[in-house]
């Protein structure tokens, strides 16, 4: 990772793609002293022990870096330390993860099932821009109650997303917000989510508008946990090396990974939502019909109907992250 990556400050998660109800996006470098060097070397040592966190905290990790470029290293480990001089002894102590190792071996995968957050699904209809932020303020905390556990077991940092409901245009630190589609922002760690989709789905079918909620928010809270991981910043400096094919293939194991990363929740949380009856029936449906095959315009970035659907049913089924490993899954399962 010696480049830096970098993102513009319009880059944020592409929204996932909606389906509607069936029938119906140099200079000169100074020459150091020894004394200064050996200082140097002895700050990277202590520099070390941070880890992941570090992965985590320089792709922005607040509003106070909200306006800034989010970059992480492209190809060395995280937490390399400088070269010694040759008079001095090699720092000892443990590397960093490599980006690799981040997405492939994250903690995240050995804490077995989340637990459940024991909350039933918010008693508000989309029916008012205040009844559907309303909505969303009620489920957050139990998302946030599921995910807080489960990072904490990981030993993994946690902070709490936020959620805006939002009409028309919304400008944000990732750019304008263009009431298309939900979408996770990196800069500021907010979930946007637009009222005149919920709105319109909830006039043509309640019950399907109400899983397309459910499942949209616990997807885009899936971003922001790979984000807390470290997941995120690893997969955007793996892709920097990459040609246009593997961006894109690179691009649908995250948006997969975040796709199953929801389902863990929603099945986690099954018995209390309740996910049964109808709202099952059509979260069944939603999940069998999203994906690339579904954006406008066409993209393959997020995953075909089948991908979506088997990855869906894996996070659902498990409850456990394990499940949701796509970074070492076969290209033909993130197609």
Same mark, same amino acid.
């Given at each position: 990772m010696g480049?830096?990556? $970098?993102? /513009?400050? =319009?880059?944020?998660?592409?929204?996932?793609?909606?389906?509607? *109800?069936p029938g119906g996006r140099r200079r000169r470098k100074k020459k150091l002293?020894? *004394? #200064?060097?050996?200082?140097?070397?002895?700050?990277?040592?202590?520099?070390?022990?941070?880890?992941? =966190?570090?992965?985590?905290?320089?792709?922005?990790?607040?509003?106070?870096?909200?306006?800034q470029t989010p970059s992480v290293p492209a190809s060395e480990s995280p937490s390399q330390s400088p070269s010694p001089s040759p008079s001095s002894p090699s720092p000892s102590? *443990?590397?960093?993860?490599? %980006?690799?190792?981040?997405?492939?071996?994250? +903690?995240?995968?050995?804490?077995?099932?989340?637990?459940?957050?024991?909350? /039933?699904e918010p008693p508000f209809a989309p029916v008012t821009v205040a009844a559907a932020q309303q909505y969303y303020n009620r489920l957050l905390p139990c998302l946030n109650h599921t995910w807080w556990l489960a990072m904490k077991k990981a030993n993994l940092p946690f902070r709490n997303p936020k959620a805006v409901v939002y009409v028309g245009k919304l400008s944000s630190p990732c750019g304008i917000q263009r009431s298309a589609r939900a979408a996770y922002c990196l800069a500021n760690e907010t979930i946007y989510l637009p009222f005149t989709v919920d709105n319109v789905n909830y006039t043509k079918n309640p019950v399907y508008a109400r899983a397309v909620m459910l499942n949209t928010f616990a997807h885009e809270y899936g971003h922001h946990v790979q984000k807390l991981s470290g997941i995120?910043?690893?997969?955007?400096?793996? $892709?920097?090396?990459?040609? /246009? =094919? $593997?961006?894109?293939?690179?691009?649908?194991?995250?948006? #997969? $990974?975040?796709?199953?990363?929801?389902? %863990?929740?929603?099945?986690?949380?099954? *018995?209390? =939502?309740?996910?049964s009856g109808p709202l099952l029936a059509n979260w069944k449906i939603l999940i069998t019909h999203m994906g690339d095959?579904? /954006? %406008?315009? +066409?993209?393959?970035?997020?995953?075909?109907?089948?991908?979506?659907?088997?990855?869906? %049913?894996?996070?659902?089924n498990s409850k456990q992250p394990n499940s949701c490993n796509t970074f070492t899954a076969a290209d033909l399962r993130v197609s």
């Open positions: 480049q830096r990556v $970098q993102q /513009a400050p =319009t880059w944020q998660y592409p929204p996932i793609p909606i389906p509607q *109800p002293t020894r *004394p #200064l060097l050996i200082g140097i070397v002895a700050l990277a040592v202590l520099v070390l022990g941070t880890g992941i =966190t570090l992965i985590v905290r320089s792709v922005g990790g607040g509003d106070a870096e909200a306006k102590g *443990p590397r960093g993860p490599t %980006v690799d190792e981040v997405v492939k071996g994250s +903690r995240l995968y050995t804490i077995g099932p989340v637990a459940a957050s024991k909350c /039933a995120l910043a690893s997969s955007l400096s793996r $892709q920097k090396s990459m040609n /246009a =094919t $593997q961006q894109l293939t690179e691009s649908r194991r995250r948006e #997969l $990974q975040a796709t199953c990363l929801g389902a %863990v929740y929603l099945g986690a949380n099954a *018995p209390f =939502t309740p996910m095959d579904y /954006a %406008v315009p +066409r993209g393959h970035d997020h995953g075909n109907r089948v991908s979506n659907y088997q990855w869906s %049913v894996a996070g659902y």
